[in-house]
């Protein structure tokens, strides 16, 4: 059985991969999909609650909250994938290293990662932003080079059983360099691992950046983002429960999404793998 | 045939010469632990390989033919002792003269499922030679790619498959197609059919004379199949233990066996006629651990003729006869003194 059939068996990874492409598409046409423009402020209106013109409510100024969510899921997005990507980046350049030559370099990198991974991650973040304004590229960095560390050792693993293969003795028998040797003959069978730690890595990622934008020192307002649309809910909680209750759904949802994504994409690539 | 004329090896004949080859692997025994144990898988061998013929290398598992064949195509840096190719030495050749040593000298492997990457098609794993050492490419490399599943036997419209489409003596045409593209001199067999059934080890092994009768190919033919490696040996050399026990011509080895470890390994192959009945000749114990070694010669603890001097001295590959050697205190009369670093008992 191949990939694809495994996968459309499992019905969690389809409704996952259902709830990722749907805010996906809310992203992409939030232009078309928000009914109001997320920063108009409206003070006859504020905190109203659902109703026809404004799905969700409005929040503390009087803007609707379904429009700023539209939006906000941009950036949730956007840090999701460009952190995941640096995490990747490196990862794969790391890890690659690490795993195919060996030796001091593979004990160095190693080293690197232990003592990256003995800090509290989210503390080391706190502490970055307060030295450096909080904007949605430093959040993006700082996620991404406090997340590289898993899928260095995954890299380095795959890199270190898989140069030992056979195809790989045969590809330096014909004389094939290194550099084609780590990134056209083992990289793309390490590819499958990595797309799973990625999956779960958007997932982390995203709900990093609400965490941050709740504490305030996140994306910035007015630039709305789902975190900081709860941190107003929070203080009108008693009176305006949908203020917090749908960005809230909405970074439960999103982060379920992803993670039920990978766990179907590692289960359907290697059924042994189930743990 | 082209035996016999190697007699007095002019070194015109000789494609590939091993001298006092060693490759010792470390290995440490604990995390922290400082003593490392040394696994001597090549201990000392001296050989030679001339052009056009197909030399058999015969020996249990762990007898060190792998690691042998993998020093030889420069997968592994010797310990010790050195591979000459063409007359030059392999191990200190300039980066240019690298490049045509891999277009010279190729590998088989044995399983047909590990040696080719999943994840590229036929075409790209055999026009992949072709595209390292700068070849061809584009239009030309798909002609040569079209050309080369012909020779070996597969059909072109196969080309754009995945190894795991293929069924495993179609792969091992591909591994064989792979290492013919770059038009080698030496092609280095490492068990070739040991991963296949018998009916498809007979067409691989077919394919291998075919190809060595028209592209007059030199192999160096590794197996633990005694019938394969006769079927397909000029000459074959016993390795036991990291050492060569006996080289001698296809025939001669395989009718009369000197060394007591060859006799031992013939007399264990079942007999063919019925009612002929042959002495079985069982060794008793296991192939002693490479890690370390004991004193003299390495098959003493095994060999049912064992003198003293098999206690404590190791015997030297010494010339037996026209085209043969035997590393035997017990054969020839050379049962004094040299010592296996002795340089000239090549062959």
């Known amino acids: ?275 | 045939m082209k035996i016999g004329a190697y007699e007095d090896s002019g070194s015109a004949r000789t494609l590939l010469s091993v001298e006092c080859l060693k490759k010792y692997f470390e290995s440490r025994s604990g995390f922290l632990s400082r003593q490392v144990r040394l696994v001597r898988a090549v201990d000392g061998v001296n050989l030679r390989v001339f052009k056009g013929e197909t030399l058999g290398l015969v020996g249990e598992s762990g007898s060190g033919k792998s690691t042998l064949g993998r020093v030889v195509i420069r997968l592994e840096e010797p310990t010790e002792g050195r591979i000459l190719f063409d007359g030059r030495d392999v191990h200190r050749l300039p980066k240019e003269d690298m490049r045509s040593f891999r277009r010279d000298v190729q590998i088989v492997f044995q399983d047909p499922y590990a040696s080719l990457n999943p994840r590229k098609s036929a075409e790209n794993i055999i026009g992949e030679p072709l595209t390292v050492q700068r070849i061809c490419d584009g239009r030309e490399r798909r002609e040569r790619v079209v050309r080369l599943m012909e020779v070996v036997g597969l059909t072109p419209d196969q080309m754009r498959r995945y190894p795991h489409e293929f069924s495993g003596g179609q792969r091992q045409r591909i591994g064989i197609a792979r290492a013919i593209a770059t038009n080698p001199k030496l092609i280095i067999a490492d068990e070739p059919v040991s991963a296949l059934d018998v009916s498809v080890q007979a067409q691989i092994l077919n394919l291998l004379k075919d190809l060595q009768r028209d592209h007059n190919l030199t192999y160096i033919f590794i197996s633990h199949d005694l019938r394969v490696v006769e079927n397909m040996s000029d000459r074959i050399a016993v390795m036991y233990l990291g050492k060569i026990v006996e080289v001698a011509e296809c025939g001669m080895l395989c009718g009369e066996p000197l060394h007591p470890y060859t006799q031992a390994l013939f007399s264990a192959l079942p007999v063919m006629k019925p009612g002929e009945r042959k002495e079985r000749i069982i060794l008793e114990g296991d192939v002693p651990s490479p890690v370390n070694p004991q004193a003299g010669c390495p098959f003493h603890p095994r060999c049912r003729y064992r003198i003293r001097v098999c206690e404590t001295q190791v015997p030297a590959l010494t010339r037996t006869g026209k085209g043969r050697s035997v590393a035997c205190h017990l054969i020839g009369n050379d049962a004094s003194g040299q010592g296996e670093e002795e340089r000239g008992a090549v062959i």
């Open chain 1, 1 to 275: 059985m191949d990939f694809w059939t495994r996968f459309k068996k499992n019905k969690l990874a389809l409704g996952g991969s259902f709830i990722v492409v749907l805010f996906f598409v809310v992203s992409i046409f939030a232009p078309l999909l928000s009914p109001h423009d997320p920063g108009e402020i409206n003070l006859q209106n504020v905190l109203a609650p659902p109703s026809a013109d404004n799905p969700l409510g409005t929040d503390e100024l009087g803007r609707d909250v379904l429009s700023r969510m539209v939006w906000g899921s941009r950036i949730s997005l956007k840090v999701g994938f460009a952190s995941t990507g640096i995490a990747i980046l490196i990862g794969i350049v790391l890890g690659a290293v690490a795993g195919y030559y060996g030796g001091w370099v593979d004990s160095f990198i190693m080293r690197a990662v232990d003592i990256m991974l003995c800090f509290p991650t989210f503390f080391l973040i706190l502490a970055v932003i307060a030295f450096l304004e909080p904007s949605i590229w430093n959040i993006m960095a700082i996620i991404g080079l406090t997340g590289w560390m898993g899928i260095t050792r995954l890299v380095r693993a795959d890199f270190i059983s898989l140069k030992e293969r056979e195809f790989v003795q045969a590809a330096r028998a014909i004389g094939a360099g290194d550099m084609r040797i780590i990134f056209i003959h083992i990289l793309p069978n390490a590819m499958a691992s990595i797309l799973v730690a990625a999956t779960f890595g958007i997932a982390g990622a995203i709900l990093t950046e609400s965490a941050l934008s709740f504490l305030g020192i996140g994306v910035q307002p007015p630039t709305p983002s789902w975190g900081n649309i709860l941190t107003a809910g929070k203080d009108n909680i008693d009176i305006a429960w949908w203020l917090s209750f749908f960005p809230g759904l909405a970074i439960l949802l999103t982060v379920l999404g992803y993670n039920l994504l990978g766990e179907g994409i590692r289960d359907s690539l290697d059924p042994r793998l189930r743990g």
